[in-house]
């Protein structure tokens, strides 16, 4: 299978700081990208659709103003976490795909801690 | 909306176990069904999927069956490693949902030697 690689895997932040959480595809090209956020015991919860070169796409009850999503080259999207709080501590996930109704592949996940 | 819930970990078993993780959906329209795994320090993997009913995946020993009338999509495998510890992702992705990947919140997955 193909390879995304996010990161960091952990990062601890501050109140009030921003974190920015990359996800690369490092063999395809990746027109589209999705971040998820889980909340322990909880599933997987979609926060965004991103496709290369355009705005993306939030889930309802996502604030796009404090998730910013980027996804400036076909291998790669960034996550920003604007002015973190300790609510926004979570585990973040990107996956990516080729294209549209084909297999998406996985980053490992990064845990966000905000103290 | 589209929702799926799996049975709660953690589930412990010894080395050649019998596993079943429980995983059932509700869906607007016709979904495709999937399993992925997450091993430790790793990413999502996909483990198998069903595209339509009465359909079988199948991967590395694991099985399920995608059962429309009792709308399930239980996880089996005849008999466990200590190397299928991870955590299990029950999911599916409906076009009436634009294919995007709706989860359950995992199974973790403990086997013992």
């Known amino acids: 299978g193909a390879v995304v690689s996010q990161h960091p895997s952990r990062v601890i932040c501050k109140s009030g700081t921003s974190v920015k959480i990359e996800c690369r595809s490092l063999d395809f090209q990746a027109t589209t990208m999705f971040w998820y956020r889980q909340f322990p015991k909880k599933s997987l919860m979609l926060m965004a659709t991103s496709n290369e070169g355009s705005k993306a796409t939030y889930e309802q009850g996502v604030e796009k103003d404090k998730f910013l999503i980027n996804h400036a080259s076909l291998t790669l999207s960034t996550l920003t976490v604007t002015s973190a709080h300790p609510e926004d501590s979570s585990f973040y996930i990107c996956s990516a795909r080729r294209r549209t109704n084909t297999e998406a592949f996985f980053g490992q996940g990064t845990r966000l801690t905000v103290v | 909306g589209d929702s799926v819930t799996q049975m709660e970990g953690p589930v412990t078993l010894s080395e050649e176990a019998f596993l079943t993780i429980n995983c059932t959906y509700t869906?607007?329209?016709?979904?495709?069904l999937f399993w992925y795994v997450q091993y430790p320090g790793e990413g999502l993997q996909l483990l198998l999927k069903?595209?339509?009913?009465?359909d079988k995946g199948s991967n590395k020993g694991f099985e399920a069956t995608y059962r429309k009338e009792t709308t399930s999509f239980h996880l089996e495998k005849g008999s466990v490693q200590v190397s299928d510890s991870a955590v299990y992702f029950c999911a599916l992705s409906d076009m009436e949902y634009g294919n995007k990947l709706v989860f359950g919140a995992g199974t973790i997955l403990r086997v013992k030697s």
């Open positions: 069903a595209t339509k009913a009465d």
């Open positions: 869906a607007t329209g016709y979904p495709s």
